[in-house]
Nanobody, 118 residues
Framework: QVQFVESGGGLVQPGGSLRLSCAAS????????LGWYRRAPGNQPDLVAV???????NYPDSVKGRFTISRDNAKNTVYLQMNSLKPEDTAVYYC????????????WGQGTQVTVSS
């Protein structure tokens, strides 16, 4: 069972940047993929960034060009660099392992709140 601890969220003005971190309790090097999700109040979680074991990345159009996911296997940590933030990016952000079924694991962390507001 893996545990994820997200950090780095906060309040930022529109156009600002944040870097989120996600520390895993065990090695991430063998994981099929890792993803960052976000959940706004009343909504289902949305996948906003994926990085595979080979380092390939993918993003939905809503964040493409603004968000960058990366991983440091030595530190068992995944990052999400978020630039040009918009109010609609406001949500709780989570990271999780993405299994070879393309679904996330059942082990979610507490998440980190990102609020974009002037």
């Amino acid at each position: 069972q893996v545990q994820f601890v997200e950090s780095g969220g906060g309040l930022v003005q529109p156009g600002g940047s944040l870097r989120l971190s996600c520390a895993a309790s065990k090695s991430i090097s063998s994981m099929f993929a890792l993803g960052w999700y976000r959940r706004a109040p009343g909504n289902q979680p949305d996948l906003v960034a994926v990085i595979t074991g080979a380092g390939r990345t993918n993003y939905p159009d809503s964040v493409k060009g603004r968000f960058t996911i990366s991983r440091d296997n030595a530190k068992n940590t995944v990052y999400l660099q978020m630039n040009s933030l918009k109010p609609e990016d406001t949500a709780v952000y989570y990271c999780n392992e993405i299994l070879d079924t393309y679904y996330p694991s059942d082990y979610w962390g507490q998440g980190t709140q990102v609020t974009v507001s002037s």
